[in-house]
């Protein structure tokens, strides 16, 4: 059934009929992606009973968006249709943690902030970075590797098992709690980055990493921002002790993590290295300098390219000479050791910023990476792919129909508008 067809008071009474009372209200405005609003926002208090909204919303061809924090709800092509925010907010309990394991399960709703406060106290974390208060799911779903991926690598490699409501209704478990556990296709890690596309994460479990003996950031004032990322490359290939390294405008910004010899003996170095200004920061420094990285709001188009290391600088000047060309702003930040570049754009009309957008892509798979829009106005949105393009389309629409049939979950958000 199509949503036009589909009666309202039909969806409500049926959603009521699976959820406790209080979980399920009408839109408020609270929950608006690209200016689609829908009707209902539920809010499950456990994992059955948000597998039992989605085998309703199945049921009466209903969309959902499943909803974390909201934090990055930007993300995505424009939704084809929205009926129902499925809000996580509730799943939010902490299952199983064994410090000694550095392995922890915990329901997808929990956010960052309340996990981290909760591994800190056992001298442990996790290594994906985000805003606090983003859930663990949302994390999951987005799947992007942040500042510390040169040091910890990709949301992914946390991922031990999780379970996941299916579109019908089914809850599924996969993976388990152990490094190599269950044969068989590892259906945990097609969830990381599928957006919610294919189920929604409702438990996961997590490998986690020892708190590192000492971190601090020290930044390095270059001429520019290719000797910039010329002075982070030469260092990273000489080895140092670093979680992530980035440039920001003329800086240099180096993470420094790790035992105290190793940061003092990579603080020596880079001292040495360098002849211009240095300024030292302390460790909040570096959680500060993530933050740094947040959004921009006065820009109004964010993305983020990925091309191979070696390939960072080249790239960023072929993405600035773009922007003097069409008149645009440009501030951007990047990461030379692992080959991304994260940019907002400002001052320009949507031709400009299509424009812009369409040749900066070609330079980036020209090099051998992409490049997603991770923000941008909807009328904009409307008129590209925000993911661009891939040769694994054909593929993916099967899985998404083996998945989720009648398109049900993020319908038109993903790529190739699946
Ligand atoms: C400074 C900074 C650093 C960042 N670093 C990283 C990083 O290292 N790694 C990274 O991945 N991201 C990073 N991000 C972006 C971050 O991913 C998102 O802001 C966050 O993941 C979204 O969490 P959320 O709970 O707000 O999700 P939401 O915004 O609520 O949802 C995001 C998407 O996931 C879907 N979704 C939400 N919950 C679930 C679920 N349980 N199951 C299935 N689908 C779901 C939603 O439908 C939506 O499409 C960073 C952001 C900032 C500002």
Not at 323 to 341: N, Q
Request: aromatic letters at 6%; a negative charge; one cysteine or more.
């Amino acid at each position: 059934m199509s949503t036009s067809a589909l009666s309202a008071t039909d969806l409500e009474d049926a959603l009521q009929a699976v959820l406790k009372q209080g979980s399920l209200v009408a839109e408020d405005g609270s929950h608006v992606v690209d200016g689609l609003e829908p009707r209902f926002i539920a809010t499950p208090y456990s994992a059955a009973e948000l597998a039992a909204v989605l085998a309703c919303a199945n049921e009466h061809g209903a969309a959902i968006i499943p909803w974390g924090a909201g934090s990055n709800m930007m993300l995505g092509n424009v939704p084809e249709r929205y009926d129902v925010a499925l809000s996580t907010a509730r799943l939010d309990r902490v299952i199983e943690y064994e410090p000694a394991d550095l392995v922890v399960t915990v329901e997808a709703g929990l956010t960052l902030a309340k996990l981290q406060a909760l591994l800190n106290k056992h001298g442990q974390f996790l290594p994906i970075e985000g805003p606090l208060d983003a859930t663990i799911g949302g994390l999951l779903a987005v799947g992007h590797g942040g500042p510390s991926q040169q040091a910890y690598g990709r949301p992914r490699d946390w991922l031990l098992g999780c379970r996941i409501a299916l579109a019908d209704g089914t809850i599924v478990h996969t993976g388990g709690r152990v490094v190599k556990n269950v044969a068989g296709y590892d259906l945990s890690r097609m969830m990381v980055g599928s957006l919610g596309t294919l189920g929604v994460i409702v438990e996961v479990t997590l490998k986690v990493a020892s708190l590192p003996a000492r971190e601090e950031l020290l930044l390095n004032t270059h001429a520019d921002k290719i000797e910039a990322c010329d002075a982070i490359r030469a260092g990273a290939l000489r080895g140092l002790a670093l979680r992530a390294a980035c440039v920001l405008e003329n800086k240099a910004a180096y993470w420094l993590s790790g035992p105290a010899s190793a940061v003092e003996r990579t603080r020596r170095e880079l001292y040495e290295a360098h002849d211009g200004e240095t300024e030292r920061m302390d460790a909040e420094a570096g959680v500060q300098f993530g933050g740094a990285l947040a959004v921009h709001d006065a820009s109004d188009l964010e993305f983020r390219a990925t091309v191979p290391p070696s390939k960072t600088a080249p790239t960023l000047q072929e993405f600035e000479a773009c922007s003097r060309v069409l008149s645009l702003g440009i501030e951007s930040a990047c990461y030379p050791t692992v080959g991304i570049v994260l940019a907002w754009l400002s001052h320009g009309d949507v031709n400009a910023y299509a424009s812009f957008i369409e040749q900066t892509r070609r330079a980036a798979v020209d090099a051998g990476g992409s490049l997603v829009v991770t923000r941008a106005p909807t009328d904009l949105k409307a008129r590209l792919d925000v993911w661009g393009e891939t040769s694994a389309l054909s593929l993916m629409r099967s899985l998404k129909q083996e998945f989720d049939p009648k398109s049900i979950l993020n319908p038109g958000r993903y790529v190739g508008s699946i």
